[in-house]
Structures are given as structure tokens and as C-alpha cells.
């Protein structure tokens, strides 16, 4: 089946210690997002790609930072992650060209020690 | 800019009772709509969407929708609800005079079915 598929399912990292999320489709879309979702709340978008081109949201830290090397994989790195910053990340996609559902992976939750 | 309003943060529902979860948008342009169900450890799976043409949408497991465009509003219901619908639900949002897809959700409504 066609997916989204992030690893790993939990990662454990060091206050200050970078830390690499990697997420991965087959669905072929032009557009990955990346977000950040804490407990009880909504996701919050931090920033995505329509193929190459990259798009910040005004308020995403500049501690966090994004890759897409290719159409199939997007990397978000964090770069001093704080405890502030321990929450659940979800990668989705999208065709683009409007009107067009997100697909969803299962997510990576990240703890700060 | 849009904003979505989803007014109960829970709702407590006997098994095979019916339920209506509540969303309210505001925009100043046209937008589509979406409902995304989130079970616990997992990511947002998509329920229904609404684009254009008739405003009552059936979605996957039995819910539906009705976009309502004078109260602006996109309420979600299911006839009768199982166990296995306890979840958070999200509304969602998205420009229709955009190209990408970019979503804007509420702030979501965790239904809790008893037995």
C-alpha cells in the first residue's frame, strides 16, 4: 500500500544533541509538510515543500530545519533540541494543486532528557 | 486568513447513541473542508472532505457531514457510535485560491464512547 512512513517511532535525545527525523512516501505527491503536535492540541505546522521549493512558517524556531533530498524522502532536524521542544512530529503529504487531503504518517514522538 | 472553531474539546457518548461533533469556520475567502480522526500513538487519517456540489458528504466509518454555508459551519455526526470510535477528531480548513494544500484545524474534540 501507498504510505507515509517516518522513523523512527520514538526517539530519545540529549538536551542540546542534535536530532534527525526522517519521513518517507510512495504516494508520489509533490508536497511534504512537517509538523509539531504536544499533547491534547492540534498540530501545528512548522514548515513544508511543493517539490523543491521550501516553505517557513513565520513562526518556526530557527532551531528546526528541513531537507528533501528527493520526492520520496524530508528530513527535519533540530538542531539544540530543548524540553520545550519534546512533543510528537508528523509528516504528512499532499498532490498539491488544491482541494487535495493530507496523508498522514504515524508519526515520531521525540523525549528530551 | 481562516480560523476553525470546534466549541466542545470533549464529548462523552454512550455506545450506539448518536453524535454530533461541532465545527465553525470563519475565512474571506472559499475553503474546503476536511475531518481528520487521530487515535491514540498515531497520525491523522483522513474521515471526509467537502469540495463543492452537494453538502451532505458520507465519509469512512458510517460519519458524514453537512457543510452548512450561511452558519458556516461543518458539523460531523454518526447515527450510532462504537467503542472504537473514541479518538480526537480535528476540522481542518484550507484555501481554495491557494495551490498547495496547507491546513488550518481547529483545535480538536476528544470523543470518549462508554459502554
Known amino acids: 500500500d501507498a504510505m507515509v512512513i517516518q522513523n523512527p517511532r520514538y526517539q530519545v535525545t540529549q538536551f542540546g544533541k542534535p536530532v534527525t527525523l526522517s519521513c518517507s512516501q510512495t504516494?508520489?505527491?509533490?508536497?511534504m509538510y512537517w509538523y509539531q503536535q504536544k499533547s491534547s492540541q492540534a498540530p501545528k505546522l512548522l514548515f513544508h515543500y511543493y517539490d523543491k521549493d521550501f516553505n517557513n512558517e513565520a513562526d518556526t524556531p530557527d532551531n528546526f530545519q528541513s531537507r528533501r533530498p528527493n520526492t520520496s524522502f524530508c528530513f527535519l532536524d533540530i538542531r539544540s533540541p530543548g524540553l520545550g521542544d519534546a512533543a510528537m512530529y508528523l509528516c504528512?503529504?499532499?498532490?498539491?494543486?488544491?482541494?487535495?487531503?493530507?496523508?498522514f504518517g504515524d508519526g515520531t514522538r521525540l523525549s528530551i532528557l | 486568513a481562516q480560523s476553525v472553531t470546534q466549541l466542545d474539546s470533549q464529548v462523552p457518548v454512550f455506545e450506539e447513541a448518536p453524535v454530533e461533533l461541532r465545527c465553525n469556520y470563519s475565512s474571506s475567502v472559499s475553503v474546503y473542508l476536511f475531518w481528520y480522526v487521530q487515535y491514540p500513538n498515531q497520525g491523522l487519517q483522513l474521515l471526509l472532505k467537502y469540495l463543492s456540489g452537494s453538502t451532505l458528504v458520507k465519509g469512512i466509518n458510517g460519519f458524514e457531514a453537512e457543510f452548512n454555508k450561511s452558519q458556516t459551519s461543518f458539523h460531523l455526526r454518526k447515527p450510532s457510535v462504537h467503542i472504537s470510535d473514541t479518538a480526537e477528531y480535528f476540522c481542518a480548513v484550507s484555501d481554495v485560491e491557494s495551490s498547495g494544500d496547507k491546513l488550518t484545524f481547529g483545535t480538536g474534540t476528544r470523543l470518549a464512547v462508554r459502554p
Open positions: 504528512a503529504t499532499s498532490r498539491g494543486g488544491g482541494g487535495q487531503p493530507q496523508h
Open positions: 504516494l508520489n505527491h509533490n508536497v
